[in-house]
């Protein structure tokens, strides 16, 4: 019954819809739509490539360390005949932290502001790389 009354809805609005003009600012955004370039991507690489580079450089470090961490470290714990399950549990725990992680940090750049937390980003990870090489040996 819900769906047949949403399809009653409709047809009422599609019958009120014709008689009702558009707003001068839909009007205006509708003519200046049409001014826009025939392939986005290559006006995107024209105007913005450096801001491009910088923004595709950012986000291919952030992702560097975890992607070492995950391909060597599961390789050499396989070397030195460690518990491979156990550091594939490590694994999916920081991969859960992230999915929290990385909502806060968004929330944090909104404060802060984006330039200042990805610059701290490398510092901290750095000191907690030599922090656990050093609690190692």
């Given at each position: ?61 952030s ?16 070397i ?33 502001g984006?330039k ?22």
């Amino acid at each position: 019954m819900p769906f047949l009354a949403s399809a009653l809805i409709v047809i009422v609005g599609l019958w009120i819809r014709p008689g009702v003009s558009e707003t001068p600012a839909f009007k205006a955004a509708r003519a200046k739509r049409d001014e826009q370039p025939l392939i986005p991507i290559v006006d995107m690489l024209r105007r913005y490539a450096l801001q491009l580079f910088v923004a595709v450089a950012v986000g291919a470090g952030s992702g560097l360390a975890y992607q070492i961490y995950i391909t060597y470290g599961t390789a050499y714990t396989r070397i030195i005949d460690g518990d491979v399950g156990l550091l594939l549990n490590y694994q999916a725990l920081i991969g859960f932290m992230t999915l929290g992680l990385t909502p806060f940090f968004g929330w944090l750049s909104d404060i802060w502001g984006r330039k200042k937390v990805i610059e701290a980003g490398p510092v901290f990870t750095v000191q907690w790389v030599f922090h656990g090489l050093n609690a190692e040996t």
